[in-house]
């Protein structure tokens, strides 16, 4: 018996393990909440920064074009030139003053990325900016203009006094060539009037060349080549300025960026919310695909196929075929098919069957496997299990009894196919053979695919057994093999088999609900013709599985398997 000091013990110490447990939990629910919050809040400053940057790089577009509409031409009138000028100037004092207005109202949020204020700032700067380099291109031209206009005066003045000086020196020397011509000789008697007209006449000239000399001097000059409104360049907006100006912006959602890729809870949510998406379109299209494909497989492949003439496999085969009686007794007579089955084998015949279906045998019986019930057909005998079976040879009269050890629903028949008699059989309801012994079973493959009913139904082989044999078939909950007459119709997934020598052909099933939400199949088999018989399953097992959204990939498996007949 436990001490007080032990239960004691105990109980302080799963007070203290649930302690340690929920102090542990409140650490991680916080730090998610954390991690949570500040993930949320720099993702929301990002979304709202990149939208701010989205507006100023909208903005920025219709005011390049507002600026390059309103720039002068360089061959544009001087009158103009300076009235877009006066304009500009006025325009940059006025967004200046406005960019001042919003500083002194907005002291703190102007520095805040995001905000309304910080946007309307870097508008304001950006349109300045713009606004500037307008101006500067302006004033150039402005000055270029005044330029060439005061350099035509200064050539016309150079030029008129260069005419003057020029006029003076002809002039001077009409007047020295006319005073030689008329004083002649008297011009050499020193210290006369005349002598003395003529030393001044030629100092003039003297004075006059060298006046002459330095007009022309400066006409030259004036006459060097400068930057003429032709060449003056084309105005071009230079990104560097406003790169400065959106480097704050820039550089915040750089760093929020980093914030969120270093982020534990960045690097969890958004390969989620990058995947959602395509994830949800997925599940859409498995939810919606399956009601697409039925309609479309109802209401226009199945009424193609049921309009398609019947397929004959061996219309010279022996249609008779009779069945070995349980020992159970109906209303109706003897049952077809039954849990178990008591078959006696003749001296000269072997059984091949199932392991699991072998309930009990003469101990004296010769058994031996059996590895593929045909090694001409080593897919179809794997498919549909025909493998590793059982072969067992008589000793005496004593029977053999075949029953289901693994499945409780399903029920076995002995069909007795004479010789020259075929039939049509999916071998995956097939459980065992009983042929003649040193005799392979005679099995035929019959393709189809020439008819547009076999592509449409998706059956393209069938498997024929040839008499004489006995075929051990299972079903589930029973197996019925009806006389065809008249005609007969059959859920196709019931169907197990038919005469080789009948007319076999498919209809729509009743009602597109019942198909849609997979009670039933979308075609009824059909068989005409006699004698022959048709061969079903109580219960269909494929039944059991179907919906509206089919069986997944085994119902795909299982398509693959029904197009080669098996």
């Known amino acids: 018996m436990e001490s007080l000091v032990s239960i004691f013990v105990r109980y302080v110490l799963h007070l203290l393990g649930v302690l340690i447990v929920v102090i542990l939990l409140l650490l991680a629910g916080n730090w998610i909440i954390s991690e949570w919050r500040a993930w949320d809040g720099a993702a929301l400053e990002l979304d709202r920064l990149r939208a701010t940057g989205t507006d100023v790089a909208s903005r920025q577009a219709s005011m390049r074009q507002a600026v390059l509409a309103r720039i002068p ?14 304009q500009m100037e006025q325009e940059i004092g006025a967004l200046k003053a406005k960019r001042s207005q919003l500083q002194s109202q907005n002291p703190i949020n102007r520095f805040v990325p995001g905000s309304s204020a910080f946007r309307d700032g870097l508008l304001l700067d950006v349109e300045i900016a713009l606004g500037q380099q307008a101006l500067a291109y302006t004033t150039n031209l402005y000055d270029l203009v005044l330029k060439l206009r005061s350099r035509e005066q200064q050539l016309a003045v150079a030029n008129a006094e260069m005419l003057a000086v020029s006029a003076k020196i002809y002039q001077r020397l009409d007047e020295l060539s006319a005073l030689e011509r008329s004083a002649g000789l008297r011009l050499m008697i020193p210290f006369s009037d005349l002598r003395a007209r003529k030393t001044r006449l030629g100092e003039e000239l003297v004075e006059l060349t060298a006046t002459q ?33 959106l480097l704050p912006l820039e550089g915040r959602i750089a760093e929020l960026d980093r914030k969120l890729d270093a982020s ?22 498995i939810i919606v695909a399956p009601f697409g494909i039925k309609f479309f497989a109802f209401f226009v492949v199945a009424p193609i196929a049921a309009r398609r003439p019947a397929i004959c496999l061996l219309p010279d085969a022996n249609g008779s075929l009779s069945v070995r009686h349980s020992t159970r007794v109906g209303t109706s007579g003897r049952y077809t098919s039954g849990v178990s089955q008591s078959l006696v084998l003749a001296a000269d015949q072997e059984l091949l069957a199932h392991s699991t279906y072998i309930q009990s045998v003469a101990s004296l019986a010769s058994k031996r496997t059996k590895w593929l019930l045909d090694w ?6 794997l498919a549909s299990h025909l493998y590793a079976l059982t072969q067992v040879t008589p000793a005496g009269a004593e029977p053999i009894v075949l029953s289901s050890t693994g499945d409780p629903l399903s029920e076995i028949a002995i069909l007795d196919l004479p010789a020259g008699a075929a039939i049509v059989l999916q071998p995956r309801c097939l459980v065992g053979i009983v042929k003649q012994q040193h005799e392979p079973v005679r099995i035929t493959r019959h393709w189809r695919l020439g008819h547009v009913s076999a592509w449409l139904t998706l059956q393209l082989r069938y498997i024929v057994f040839h008499g004489p044999l006995l075929l ?26 038919f005469s080789a020598n009948l007319r076999y052909s498919t209809s729509r099933c009743e009602t597109f609900g019942s198909y849609l939400i997979g009670a039933q199949e979308l075609f009824n088999d059909r068989f005409a013709g006699q004698p022959g018989y048709c061969i079903y399953e109580e219960v269909p097992r494929a039944g059991f599985k179907g919906g509206i959204a089919g069986r997944g990939i085994e119902g795909v498996l299982d398509t693959v398997l029904k197009v080669v007949g098996i």
């Open 73 to 86: 031409k360089p061959n544009a009138p001087i009158e103009a030139i300076t009235q877009q000028k006066m």
């Open 376 to 381: 001409s057909m080593p897919f179809t005998s």
């Open 472 to 497: 051990v078939v299972r079903g589930c909950r029973g197996i019925r093999v009806e006389p065809v007459n008249e005609g007969r119709a059959i859920n196709q997934a019931a169907t197990l088999g």
């Open 213 to 245: 000399a330095r007009a022309t001097a400066k006409f030259q000059e004036l006459q060097t080549p400068i930057a003429s409104r032709a060449s003056f360049p084309l105005f071009e907006i230079q990104n560097e300025p406003i790169a400065k100006i």
């Open 264 to 285: 534990t809870m960045h690097k969890v949510v958004k390969p989620l919310l990058d995947v959602l998406p395509t994830a949800a379109w997925i599940v859409f299209g």
